[in-house]
């Protein structure tokens, strides 16, 4: 039977809770087809208070030899800053493992109420992952001082936005044909500039697909008016992060939204996570809602090549919804909501 190696970091708060139920429904879903052999690894705001660093130094090499990561949530602001914690773990790991596309799909799953009156959307958003706005290259002068200065510069690589409007356009070839490539043009007038013309440049090669140039600020507004005409939506680390949290508001909300950090040639593990955070709110209470991490347990065996399997979750999930289980916040418990997932599947 094939074995997997898959690195586990369920993280801070409910990342736990929704690892844990991730987990039980990948150990369901593998059952008498393949196996998992898990690593779990326990980095975290925690790990930081006790060993001053989010993780080891060798970190990123003990991962590297994994067939995947699975991470929860990492975060938690009263003991840690977030720029700590994120710039710790999560963007250390994106980078060095080039997971260059971050990808999240935006539907309502059946038996989900949305806030919107359109129902019928199926948008898969593509965040670049490794660069523009969160490429960390700044620096603070004369801190604490009257003429204190703060710099943060977006670092946009030819080779960086190229292969990740390259990676949109085969996803929009393997979909509905339309890419929607997002940027602020008209205010920046370098980076983003630069970024439609890659887009032009491309879109030479893809005559098949029909391409859309969007400002950000259009953009979320059209999200809101007329998401069903939206089919893969590229963006920059920034612009993408505050799409999909607009993306995931709605789809029903942060439980339903999943995400896979991509590396396309595969020469590093991929990571798979919920878009969500930790929130502490709800941490330990047991009403977390472990869809998006199922959900993102899906987009991993697609990865590995279990698409079979990964369809099955999907499916397994939306038996459940339909059902009403878990579709609003308080109704059913993390439990309750990943024994239904489950009983789905083995039905
Ligand atoms: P959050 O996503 O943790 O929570 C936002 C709101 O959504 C909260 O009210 C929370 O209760 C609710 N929510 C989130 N996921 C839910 C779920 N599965 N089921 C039910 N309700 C859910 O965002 P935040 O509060 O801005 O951040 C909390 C911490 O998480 C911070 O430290 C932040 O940096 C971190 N964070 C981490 C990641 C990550 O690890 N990828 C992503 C976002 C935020």
Request: net charge negative; glycine share 10%; proline share 5%.
């Amino acid at each position: 039977m094939k074995t997997y190696n898959l690195a586990l970091i369920p993280g801070d708060g409910i990342g736990v809770d929704v690892t844990d139920a991730a987990m039980e429904v990948l150990g369901a879903a593998a059952k008498g087809r393949f196996a998992f052999d898990t690593t779990s690894f326990p980095w975290s705001c925690e790990y930081y208070l006790e060993h001053g660093r989010m993780m080891p130094a060798d970190g990123i090499e003990t991962l590297r030899g994994f067939d995947a990561i699975y991470l929860g949530a990492v975060g938690w602001p009263a003991t840690v800053p977030d720029s700590v914690s994120l710039h710790g773990l999560l963007l250390p790991i994106r980078k060095a493992f080039n997971q260059y596309a971050n990808i999240r799909p935006h539907r309502l799953l059946a038996g989900v109420e949305g806030p919107l009156k359109a129902e019928g959307f199926d948008i898969l958003c593509i965040r670049e992952n490794t660069e523009g706005e969160y490429s960390g290259a700044g620096g603070r002068v004369h801190e604490g001082k009257d003429n204190e200065v703060a710099v943060e510069t977006s670092v946009f690589t030819r080779a960086g936005v190229e292969r990740i409007l390259r990676f949109g356009f085969e996803q929009a070839r393997s979909r509905r044909g339309h890419l929607t490539s997002v940027t602020k043009s008209n205010a920046q007038k370098y980076s983003m500039v630069f970024w439609d013309e890659v887009t032009r440049e491309l879109a030479a090669e893809y005559p098949d697909v029909t391409v859309s140039h969007m400002h950000i600020d259009a953009m979320a507004a059209k999200m809101v008016m007329a998401p069903q005409d939206l089919d893969v939506v590229v963006a920059s680390n920034l612009f993408g992060d505050i799409l999909t949290d607009l993306g995931a508001a709605i789809q029903g909300g942060l439980g339903f939204a999943a995400s896979a950090n991509i590396n396309p040639d595969r020469s590093a593990p991929s990571m798979f996570e919920p878009v969500h955070g930790s929130a502490p709110d709800i941490a330990g209470k047991n009403i977390a809602n472990p869809i998006a991490a199922i959900w993102s347990v899906a987009k991993m065996l697609d990865h590995l090549g279990e698409a079979e399997v990964s369809a099955a979750v999907l499916s397994a999930i939306e038996a459940a919804t339909a059902k009403g289980i878990g579709i609003r916040p308080g109704l059913n418990t993390t439990d309750e909501i990943t024994a239904a997932v489950i009983a789905a599947l083995e039905a």
